[in-house]
């Protein structure tokens, strides 16, 4: 699809995608929220080498701009929201091995409508990380764009914990709308205070089993979140800015530290597919 295109169907679906992701969605499908993605798709820039970080630099805004898309893509396309999610309690204990991280090795063990109910996520990375590699492969740099702004959603995603449990909203804890406060509100409120400090992108050699990695670690640190959120909220009445400003001080070191990881990682994605695709020539 051409750029022109993508932006034409984006801009007739954009009203309606947010009023239906509001009314059907589960929380954890936002994420970070669209503060969030921008934040991690500017910081992933930053991680690149020379090579190709101009390419990505020029096209900047574009980035910023498209990788919210996925949420709008849900509400034409239902079935999209089960790859922004990998519930991985649903799987055992953890490091949940009981889930292949084979795709076809999954599908025989569980079958398609466990697998789609319980979250494609990782499996969605690769597959855009293979998306993008073939962009680049055959030169087709307006798709490359699109779909490097599409993988970032999705690398992001694995880093949210909130994205990586059947808790994705603290429904199971009490704690109804954690997901919001964590990785939407607290970086709305305090973001310009975040010293997010990525590392330099490297090359990944399974993105898909990079992803898997990406959500276990992810999920670690829920139950510290899911603490600091309870701690914060004692003896208040509603969640008023004392609750934010002690939940943030409570959780910061983990927010941060995922987003940080998440812009590392989409740009390491990015110079994956380009080293993947044969290191073309990459247009100014």
């Known amino acids: 699809m051409s750029l022109a295109r993508y932006r034409t169907t984006f801009r007739r679906t954009r009203f309606l ?3 239906v992701i509001l009314v059907v969605l ?3 499908a936002r994420a970070w929220g669209r503060n969030g993605n921008k934040l991690v798709v500017n910081k992933a820039i930053d991680t690149l080498p020379g090579d190709i970080r101009a390419f990505f630099e020029s096209n900047r805004a574009l980035l910023s701009q498209h990788v919210t898309d996925p949420l709008d893509t849900i509400a034409t396309k239902a079935a999209e929201r089960h790859n922004h999610f990998l519930y991985l309690d649903k799987y055992g204990r953890f490091p949940y091995d009981a ?6 090795a999954a599908v025989s063990k569980y079958g398609k409508t ?7 996520l990782p499996w969605q990375i690769g597959v855009y990380s293979q998306k993008l590699t073939e962009d680049m492969k055959s030169g087709h740099w307006e798709e490359a764009k699109l779909d490097a702004a599409i993988l970032a959603n999705y690398v992001a995603d694995a880093h949210d914990p909130f994205n990586t449990t059947d808790d994705f909203d603290g429904h199971l804890t009490g704690q109804t709308g954690i997901n919001e406060r964590f990785g939407t509100t607290l970086i709305d409120r305090y973001s310009s205070f975040f010293p997010m400090r990525p590392t330099d992108a490297t090359y990944i050699s399974d993105p898909t089993d990079h992803a898997f990695e990406a959500c276990l670690s992810a999920h670690s640190w829920l139950e510290n979140v899911l603490l600091a959120d309870r701690k914060s909220r004692f003896g208040q009445n509603s969640y008023n800015d004392e609750y934010f400003d002690h939940f943030y001080n409570a959780a910061a070191v983990i927010l941060i530290r995922q ?3 998440a812009a590392t990682d989409v740009g390491s994605y990015w110079l994956t597919a380009w080293v993947n695709a044969g290191r073309p ?4």
Do not use: E, M
């Open 259 to 261: 987003l940080s990881d």
């Open 114 to 120: 466990k697998l789609q109910a319980n979250g494609l």
């Open 17 to 19: 995608g947010v009023a």
């Open 26 to 28: 589960p929380h954890s």
């Open 99 to 104: 889930l292949p991280r084979s795709y076809k």
């Open 281 to 284: 020539q990459l247009p100014h």
